[in-house]
């Protein structure tokens, strides 16, 4: 199979990058090695991260949501605007998880029953559901919510790891499982691959989409409300801009942009390689916007790299052999 | 833009022992939008006091022109299926970059300006280009990276800086003022007047020439282009470098709109780009949609920003929730216009499917005319 080989020739480059990223970053900083310097890396992306377990399901299955960013910020201020108007906070957690699901599941619901492109639909997603925000808080910034859900965001869980960090890697290892070992995450390639074949063959393709999106959205929705714990208070703009960072993790993991092939693995590498690179970069004292240019240059040469090694002849023979 | 409609409407009637189609269903989706558009200032018009004035239409027409030229740049990469999320970053590269040479030499002329903006953003729209065509990396891929990339250069080199108004020559921090000529007190600005000339040439060169047809061609179906022989991977390359040129263009209509211009400025134009292209019936999945439909799109757009902010009853807060709810109603209307026009349409054309010349751009626009050669697959379940 050369797509598996494919696969896991990208995992065996991802992994080469992030053991160099880390033995040159080990060499530049005495501290960097330090548990609670991993710990922190996760802790001040750790929203993005959560997206982009999801939005891996998302693109394999040959979608894309654009929207996760705004669905973040809407859930953290319908948290914050049931918070503002009194209701119990766990309620409004409650709610605010119900509206994301919502979100995510009327977009899929669109895509799913009218075949029209995710990538306007979400674009449409992006766009409105950030106005949704604006709606509910205007200009405010909203905050004071209870001690233990400021915690959830800072304080310590399980050993050093903050609740939100315990979570990312539970969803690590159940997402591996649902997408590499059971009948759905089979059929998420499937349709990936190729739609008609997967319709053809007695898939039920708009409902996966379905569950994909409405999953995406809840997804976002915690998230956002993780951020809103770890922020302390909440505004309209929260996140603006996540979409292209989670995207490019979850590229950057070897998933195809055009679906059906892709490892949590390779994105749970490429996360890696992100956070330690831009910690790395820091470190060296690259600022802030360079760094997100030589992660923008690592997307490109990673995709175009493996162009050309597929032209390899030598690769070329390899695959046919195994295949 | 009356030039553009006409040159369609002859193209129909002239066709030989085509009687039975009496109006292209691109047409269908220009009018409806111009419907809309005519809808939205009617009920604006009852909301706001004294809405039809000439101020409302300066405003308008001073401020579209910069998302109008990028919703006709994204519309070429968009034709052959390909997206280009960097435009916002060519805008505010282009944007600083025309600022400091503008304003370290005053005495240049306005054309070495323009020239300098226009051969800028083509230069980053050909390694977009190259990268897409030749390199053959997703253009999501590659122009979510050039988006960092270009953004990231601008502001190291920045450091910080603002062009500010004082420093730029007078023509520039004029431009967006002048006008070209008034007909009944309604003054048409420079600015919208070239514009629209852009609009009318590119939309008429996309429909009549051969390089038109064929970045159409690419994006109706790929394989079928390269194996009809078509140069694909040079067209693909032409049309990013138009789309970034043209980009460079709007980069230099944001500094003389704006003058003070930091390193942040363009962000989220990409966004607008693509919304007023989707909303003017351009299909993401590309060979499908005009030129003049993404233009309109972006007058909508404008129409609702400038005039919401007015309207007493609505908050300003409200913009974005407001355009994406009209996004996500211009695409499902399409489809279920589309759907009901194709199958009359394709029943009445079906006889005549290889009728005409070379140039007839009947048979690689039928199959595509609600836009979803690939997403038609959910439809049916």
């Given at each position: 199979?050369?797509?598996?080989?494919?696969?896991?020739?990208?995992?065996?480059?991802?992994?080469?990058?992030?053991?160099?990223?880390?033995?040159?970053?080990?060499?530049?900083?005495?501290?960097?090695?330090?548990?609670?310097?991993?710990?922190?890396?996760?802790?001040?992306?750790?929203?993005?991260?959560?997206?982009?377990?999801?939005?891996?399901?998302?693109?394999?299955?040959?979608?894309?949501?654009?929207?996760?960013?705004?669905?973040?910020?809407?859930?953290?201020?319908?948290?914050?605007?049931?918070?503002?108007?009194?209701?119990s906070f766990g309620l409004a957690i409650v709610i605010?998880?119900?509206?994301?699901?919502?979100?995510?599941?009327?977009?899929?619901?669109?895509?799913?029953?009218?075949?029209?492109?995710?990538?306007?639909?979400?674009?449409?997603?992006?766009?409105?559901?950030?106005?949704?925000?604006?709606?509910?808080?205007?200009?405010?910034?909203?905050?004071?919510?209870?001690?233990?859900?400021?915690?959830?965001?800072?304080?310590?869980?399980?050993?050093?790891?903050?609740?939100?960090?315990?979570?990312?890697?539970?969803?690590?290892?159940?997402?591996?499982?649902?997408?590499?070992?059971?009948?759905?995450?089979?059929?998420?390639?499937?349709?990936?691959?190729?739609?008609?074949?997967?319709?053809?063959?007695?898939?039920?393709?708009?409902?996966?989409?379905?569950?994909?999106?409405?999953?995406?959205?809840?997804?976002?929705?915690?998230?956002?409300?993780?951020?809103?714990?770890?922020?302390?208070?909440?505004?309209?703009?929260?996140?603006?801009?996540?979409?292209?960072?989670?995207?490019?993790?979850?590229?950057?993991?070897?998933?195809?942009?055009?679906?059906?092939?892709?490892?949590?693995?390779?994105?749970?590498?490429?996360?890696?390689?992100?956070?330690?690179?831009?910690?790395?970069?820091?470190?060296?004292?690259?600022?802030?916007?360079?760094?997100?240019?030589?992660?923008?240059?690592?997307?490109?040469?990673?995709?175009?790299?493996?162009?050309?090694?597929?032209?390899?002849?030598?690769?070329?023979?390899?695959?046919?052999?195994?295949? | 833009?009356?030039?553009?409609?006409?040159?369609?409407?002859?193209?129909?009637?002239?066709?030989?022992?085509?009687?039975?189609?009496?109006?292209?269903?691109?047409?269908?989706?220009?009018?409806?939008?111009?419907?809309?558009?005519?809808?939205?200032?009617?009920?604006?018009?009852?909301?706001?006091?004294?809405?039809?004035?000439?101020?409302?239409?300066?405003?308008?027409?001073?401020?579209?022109?910069?998302?109008?030229?990028?919703?006709?740049?994204?519309?070429?990469?968009?034709?052959?299926?390909?997206?280009?999320?960097?435009?916002?970053?060519?805008?505010?590269?282009?944007?600083?970059?025309?600022?400091?040479?503008?304003?370290?030499?005053?005495?240049?002329?306005?054309?070495?300006?323009?020239?300098?903006?226009?051969?800028?953003?083509?230069?980053?729209?050909?390694?977009?280009?190259?990268?897409?065509?030749?390199?053959?990396?997703?253009?999501?891929?590659?122009?979510?990276?050039?988006?960092?990339?270009?953004?990231?250069?601008?502001?190291?080199?920045?450091?910080?800086?603002?062009?500010?108004?004082?420093?730029?020559?007078?023509?520039?921090?004029?431009?967006?003022?002048?006008?070209?000529?008034?007909?009944?007190?309604?003054?048409?600005?420079?600015?919208?007047?070239?514009?629209?000339?852009?609009?009318?040439?590119?939309?008429?060169?996309?429909?009549?020439?051969?390089?038109?047809?064929?970045?159409?061609?690419?994006?109706?179906?790929?394989?079928?282009?390269?194996?009809?022989?078509?140069?694909?991977?040079?067209?693909?390359?032409?049309?990013?470098?138009?789309?970034?040129?043209?980009?460079?263009?709007?980069?230099f209509l944001f500094l003389s709109r704006f003058g003070?211009?930091?390193?942040?400025?363009?962000?989220?134009?990409?966004?607008?780009?693509?919304?007023?292209?989707?909303?003017?019936?351009?299909?993401?999945?590309?060979?499908?949609?005009?030129?003049?439909?993404?233009?309109?799109?972006?007058?909508?757009?404008?129409?609702?920003?400038?005039?919401?902010?007015?309207?007493?009853?609505?908050?300003?807060?409200?913009?974005?929730?407001?355009?994406?709810?009209?996004?996500?109603?211009?695409?499902?209307?399409?489809?279920?216009?589309?759907?009901?026009?194709?199958?009359?349409?394709?029943?009445?054309?079906?006889?005549?499917?290889?009728?005409?010349?070379?140039?007839?751009?009947?048979?690689?626009?039928?199959?595509?005319?609600?836009?979803?050669?690939?997403?038609?697959?959910?439809?049916?379940?």
């Amino acid at each position: 199979m050369p797509e598996r080989l494919r696969e896991r020739s990208w995992e065996m480059l991802l992994a080469v990058i992030l053991v160099g990223t880390i033995v040159y970053n080990a060499t530049q900083s005495p501290v960097y090695l330090d548990v609670d310097n991993f710990v922190n890396l996760f802790r001040l992306s750790i929203e993005k991260v959560i997206v982009a377990v999801a939005m891996t399901f998302v693109i394999i299955n040959g979608e894309i949501d654009l929207s996760v960013a705004s669905v973040m910020a809407f859930a953290a201020c319908v948290l914050a605007a049931a918070h503002e108007s009194g209701v119990s906070f766990g309620l409004a957690i409650v709610i605010a998880l119900v509206a994301a699901a919502s979100a995510g599941f009327v977009q899929g619901l669109v895509v799913a029953k009218t075949g029209i492109s995710s990538l306007v639909v979400t674009l449409a997603g992006l766009i409105g559901f950030r106005g949704a925000a604006r709606v509910l808080l205007e200009d405010r910034s909203i905050g004071e919510f209870p001690d233990w859900f400021g915690d959830l965001g800072r304080a310590d869980f399980l050993g050093p790891m903050p609740f939100a960090l315990v979570l990312f890697l539970a969803m690590l290892v159940v997402g591996g499982v649902i997408l590499h070992r059971t009948s759905f995450g089979r059929r998420v390639y499937v349709i990936g691959n190729n739609a008609d074949v997967a319709r053809f063959s007695g898939i039920d393709v708009p409902r996966v989409k379905l569950t994909l999106f409405t999953m995406s959205g809840l997804v976002a929705g915690v998230a956002g409300v993780l951020f809103a714990a770890r922020l302390g208070s909440v505004r309209a703009n929260i996140g603006e801009g996540f979409e292209l960072d989670i995207i490019t993790m979850v590229l950057l993991g070897g998933v195809s942009i055009f679906g059906g092939s892709g490892t949590l693995l390779g994105v749970a590498l490429a996360i890696c390689i992100v956070l330690n690179l831009r910690n790395g970069l820091g470190l060296a004292n690259v600022e802030a916007n360079t760094q997100t240019g030589v992660i923008g240059a690592l997307l490109i040469v990673s995709v175009l790299a493996q162009n050309l090694l597929d032209r390899l002849p030598l690769r070329r023979r390899e695959a046919e052999a195994e295949a | 833009m009356t030039t553009a409609d006409v040159a369609g409407l002859r193209g129909t009637r002239s066709r030989p022992g085509r009687t039975a189609v009496w109006i292209r269903p691109e047409r269908v989706k220009e009018l409806s939008l111009l419907g809309v558009i005519f809808v939205a200032l009617l009920v604006f018009g009852f909301l706001v006091d004294d809405y039809f004035s000439g101020r409302i239409f300066n405003r308008v027409t001073t401020s579209v022109a910069i998302t109008a030229v990028l919703a006709v740049a994204q519309t070429l990469v968009i034709v052959t299926r390909n997206i280009d999320l960097s435009v916002g970053s060519i805008v505010g590269v282009t944007a600083y970059l025309t600022g400091q040479f503008a304003s370290s030499n005053p005495s240049a002329s306005p054309a070495v300006a323009i020239a300098i903006a226009v051969g800028l953003g083509g230069l980053l729209g050909a390694i977009n280009g190259v990268i897409v065509a030749y390199g053959r990396v997703p253009a999501i891929i590659t122009t979510l990276g050039t988006l960092a990339i270009y953004r990231s250069w601008l502001i190291s080199h920045g450091e910080g800086k603002t062009i500010t108004a004082d420093s730029l020559p007078s023509w520039v921090v004029d431009l967006p003022t002048r006008t070209a000529f008034s007909i009944g007190g309604l003054d048409i600005r420079v600015v919208f007047a070239v514009v629209v000339a852009i609009v009318v040439v590119l939309q008429v060169a996309m429909q009549r020439l051969r390089w038109g047809r064929r970045l159409y061609a690419i994006g109706s179906n790929p394989e079928a282009a390269a194996q009809a022989g078509l140069p694909t991977r040079r067209l693909v390359l032409g049309a990013f470098i138009a789309c970034g040129a043209l980009s460079g263009f709007a980069g230099f209509l944001f500094l003389s709109r704006f003058g003070n211009i930091t390193v942040v400025a363009g962000q989220g134009l990409e966004l607008d780009s693509v919304a007023a292209a989707v909303v003017g019936g351009v299909s993401v999945l590309g060979g499908s949609g005009t030129l003049f439909g993404a233009f309109l799109g972006a007058v909508l757009i404008d129409v609702l920003d400038q005039s919401l902010v007015r309207v007493p009853q609505v908050s300003e807060f409200w913009r974005n929730a407001i355009l994406g709810a009209l996004i996500l109603a211009a695409v499902i209307a399409d489809v279920v216009i589309g759907r009901r026009f194709r199958r009359r349409w394709s029943a009445e054309a079906r006889p005549h499917t290889r009728v005409g010349d070379g140039s007839t751009d009947v048979p690689t626009e039928a199959p595509v005319l609600t836009g979803a050669p690939r997403g038609g697959e959910a439809r049916d379940a």
